[in-house]
């Protein structure tokens, strides 16, 4: 529990965007200074030119308090990960504001990027289920900043709404940081509570004996002048689940997706905005069908990022949900996301049902309930990875599926894809009811080789303790021979009832 807020940061209104209200699940995405194109995001804490890997562990008991949530960072090197190399940080952490607490869920959300321009990416962790004096869950979040030594808790500076405390209002569920306009050198800050997002930004030099960054942050609320579209044409209500950032029109500055699914007449579809990053600001373009997952990188090499979202549950044109779920590209272009047939148009589909698509297309599958692009063969092509952690494996119902469909210049293609549950060849485990595997999904590359490597974590692994499955990466992509699993107990934190992995940054 906290009972004051930051004063480092100050209200501002240099930016709006056009929308209506939205509500907020977890999620976390890293964005990057300028572009997000997979090759170039942006997770060195400690600045030796390798990528790390951030974890949450919102479920883990600290100090006694159960829930109350942890994160770990694996540093990377020319070997990759392991779990020496490894840090653990909550809220009993020296230097992290507040305690940890029942509940709280430090660690349901994480991204990264250098939000104070000093070249070490800096980690950002939501605990959307602080509760602020005594009002309950009304979140926030700490930026642990990056350093020649990594990730230090000594100076990490706290982040809550500039509503104040809301009960209920979970302020941390999600995230997204990138380049969006040139105000500053650095990274912003986008957050997603219960009802609208809020910017924040920081300046690089400390407040002389806080350590806190000066910076500024604003509600992104409805305006006018920094729409694209007529003020009788506003977007559609959206209950936001996630933010991705990518640099969509290939104009040097990061654009933001909010992710979510439709409210009012028609609920539960999946839609997102589009706002676009320019010099000046962000604009708000357009919605797009889809959601609410997301995320972006350049399956198909021509320069502009691409946007993939994922609907695991949607209702049909009849109302009732749909079987397995279903994932939307959009290819980036001059326009930004762009369907098969141009902006504004819809994108190609893809299920399980799809020609050369591992598996079949079920009810409660969960297809694309985690998404990441990246490149796991080296040759240029970004490639797409699906989790499915609601995939039932023979009668073990939510054991969970991995698929991988590759990057080509037209797009993702089924042509060679993959999937791997717990029950394939050379996967280390055995399948286990609600294991969930592949509630996560990160492609990532932390021996700098070119080739991105597999996490997929099952949250519900062992009764809700949570491991993360590693598959390294060749000149063939991705495989499973040599795969390992570790849990937070691994990295030296307490394990039982972690949900270690519900939450890895991109």
Same mark, same amino acid.
């Given at each position: ?240 689940? $996630? ?148 995939? %039932? ?21 089924? $042509? ?28 990532? %590359? ?61």
């Amino acid at each position: 529990m906290r009972t004051h807020r930051n004063a480092a940061l100050t209200a501002a209104t240099f930016l709006l965007v056009a929308g209506a209200g939205i509500v907020t699940a977890p999620a976390a995405h890293a964005g990057v200074p300028g572009s997000t194109h997979a090759a170039d995001r942006n997770c060195d804490f400690n600045g030796d030119g390798y990528d790390d890997v951030l974890v949450g562990a919102p479920g883990a008991t600290v100090g006694g308090r159960s829930g109350a949530g942890l994160v770990t960072v694996q540093y990377g090197s020319s070997r990759g990960i392991g779990t020496t190399r490894a840090a653990v940080f909550s809220q009993n952490t020296t230097g992290v504001p507040g305690a940890a607490e029942t509940g709280d869920a430090f660690g349901k959300a994480v991204a990264t990027g250098d939000l104070d321009g000093d070249g070490y990416d800096d980690a950002i962790v939501g605990a959307p289920g602080e509760d602020i004096g005594t009002t309950a869950d009304t979140g926030g979040a700490v930026i642990l900043w990056g350093s020649p030594q990594g990730l230090v808790g000594t100076e990490s500076q706290w982040l809550d709404s500039l509503l104040g405390p809301v009960a209920g209002g979970r302020f941390g569920s999600a995230f997204a940081a990138g380049r969006f306009t040139a105000e500053y050198p650095g990274d912003q800050l986008i957050v997603l509570d219960r009802k609208d997002a809020e910017w924040h930004q920081y300046a690089s030099t400390p407040q002389q004996g806080t350590g806190a960054r000066q910076g500024r942050a604003a509600r992104l609320t409805p305006s006018a002048p920094h729409s694209r579209v007529a003020a009788d044409d506003s977007p559609r209500e959206i209950v936001a689940k $996630s933010v991705t950032t990518g640099d969509y029109d290939n104009n040097g500055f990061a654009d933001l997706v909010i992710s979510g699914v439709s409210t009012g007449a028609e609920p539960g579809y999946g839609w997102s905005w589009y706002l676009s990053g320019h010099a000046e600001g962000l604009y708000f373009e357009r919605e797009l069908r889809g959601g609410p997952v997301a995320v972006s990188g350049d399956i198909n090499a021509d320069g502009y990022d691409d946007l993939v979202t994922g609907e695991p549950h949607s209702p049909d044109d009849g109302g009732e949900t749909m079987t397995g779920g279903m994932v939307g590209v959009y290819l980036g272009s001059p326009a930004g996301p762009a369907g098969t047939a141009g902006p504004g148009t819809p994108p190609r589909w893809w299920t399980q049902d799809s020609a050369g698509v591992p598996g079949a297309s079920e009810r409660g599958d969960g297809w694309g309930s985690d998404l990441s692009v990246a490149d796991t063969n080296g040759d240029g092509y970004a490639d797409l990875a699906i989790g499915a952690p609601g995939e %039932d494996i023979g009668t073990i119902a939510d054991a969970g599926m991995v698929t991988l469909l590759r990057g080509t210049r037209t797009g993702p293609t089924a $042509s060679g894809a993959q999937s791997w549950t717990q029950d394939s060849p050379s996967v280390p485990g055995v399948v286990e009811r609600a294991d969930r595997f592949g509630g996560q999904v990160r492609l990532v %590359d932390p021996n700098r080789d070119g080739r991105f490597g597999l996490l997929a974590a099952a949250p519900g692994e062992n009764t809700d303790d949570g491991h993360v499955w590693v598959f390294t990466a060749g000149t063939g992509g991705l495989t499973a021979v040599g795969s390992w699993t570790y849990s937070a107990g691994s990295l030296g934190a307490s394990a039982v009832d972690a949900r270690f992995g519900a939450a890895i940054d991109e």
